[in-house]
């Protein structure tokens, strides 16, 4: 029987912030339950923060997540702040804002989803 590996959001962390964007980096936890090993072609994403989508994209990385296992994926994104251009200068001040963050990891015959939501704070 053939059971689809588990996938959770670990960690979501905010980098540095400015006038035209920032940076993020998410690490997604992927457990493989079965016996034999798990090939991922890649994933698919979108980060909203305080409720306005600042980062969207998929991005092909192939991984083999081994027999029973489970493997750390960090992925690093640059956050585009044209549309939330008057939420910036709250944001710097309080440093703490909320997110969400969802995507999907492809495998060869499906793709699962994952979700996350959260208060962050940002780095100084």
Same mark, same amino acid.
């Given at each position: $029987?053939?059971?689809?590996?588990?996938?959770?959001?670990? &960690?979501?962390?905010?980098?540095?912030?400015?006038?035209?964007?920032?940076?993020?980096?998410?690490?997604?936890?992927?457990? +493989? %339950? +079965?016996?034999? %090993?798990?090939?991922?072609?890649?994933?698919?994403?979108?980060?909203?923060?305080?409720?306005?989508?600042?980062?969207?994209?998929?991005?092909? &990385? #192939?991984?083999?997540? /081994?027999?029973?296992?489970?493997? &750390?994926?960090?992925?690093? *994104?640059?956050?585009?702040?044209?549309? $939330?251009? +008057?939420?910036?200068?709250?944001?710097?001040?309080?440093?703490?804002?909320?997110?969400?963050?969802?995507?999907?990891?492809?495998?060869?015959?499906? #793709?699962? %989803?994952?979700? /996350?939501?959260?208060?962050?704070? *940002?780095?100084?």
């Amino acid at each position: $029987m053939v059971e689809p590996p588990k996938v959770q959001v670990h &960690k979501v962390q905010m980098g540095k912030f400015n006038l035209s964007g920032g940076t993020a980096t998410f690490v997604l936890d992927i457990q +493989n %339950p +079965n016996s034999f %090993p798990i090939p991922l072609s890649g994933f698919d994403y979108g980060l909203s923060l305080n409720g306005v989508p600042v980062a969207r994209g998929d991005k092909e &990385k #192939n991984i083999t997540i /081994r027999a029973g296992g489970s493997e &750390k994926v960090a992925v690093p *994104l640059t956050l585009s702040f044209g549309n $939330m251009i +008057n939420m910036l200068p709250g944001l710097l001040r309080s440093r703490q804002l909320n997110y969400q963050l969802d995507g999907s990891v492809h495998l060869p015959w499906f #793709n699962i %989803p994952f979700k /996350r939501a959260g208060t962050t704070m *940002l780095s100084r």
